[in-house]
Nanobody, 124 residues
Framework: QVQLVESGGGLVQAGGSLRLSCAAS????????MGWFRQAPGKDREFVGS???????YYADSVKGRFTISRDNAKNMVYLQLNSLKPEDTAVYYC??????????????????WGQGTQVTVSS
């Protein structure tokens, strides 16, 4: 069982930056792939990016070059650095965990555990 708690959301102006954090419980964190997703009002939850247990990262085209995912296995933490924010990045951001030392992909159904989300609002 893995519990995930996101933090770091807030209100920021367009062009600004935020860093989201996701704290994970459990002793096997390093074996999990971690994903970030977001859900804007009235829209489906969508893949933002992931970091595999190998350290490889993958991003949605909409955030590539602006967002960066990293992890600190010693602290059971995963981070999402959001730069050059746009109003269309406004959403609730969720972290998720995929176990089994296998590639997680971008599908919501691939992830076993989810956090409660943190709100990011970008003003124009």
């Amino acid at each position: 069982q893995v519990q995930l708690v996101e933090s770091g959301g807030g209100l920021v102006q367009a062009g600004g930056s935020l860093r989201l954090s996701c704290a994970a419980s459990g002793r096997t964190f390093s074996s999990y792939a971690m994903g970030w997703f977001r859900q804007a009002p009235g829209k489906d939850r969508e893949f933002v990016g992931s970091i595999q247990w190998t350290g490889s990262t993958y991003y949605a085209d909409s955030v590539k070059g602006r967002f960066t995912i990293s992890r600190d296995n010693a602290k059971n933490m995963v981070y999402l650095q959001l730069n050059s924010l746009k109003p269309e990045d406004t959403a609730v951001y969720y972290c998720a965990a995929h176990g089994g030392r296998t590639f997680s992909g971008s599908a919501l159904s691939s992830y076993d555990y989810w956090g409660q989300g943190t709100q990011v609002t970008v003003s124009s």
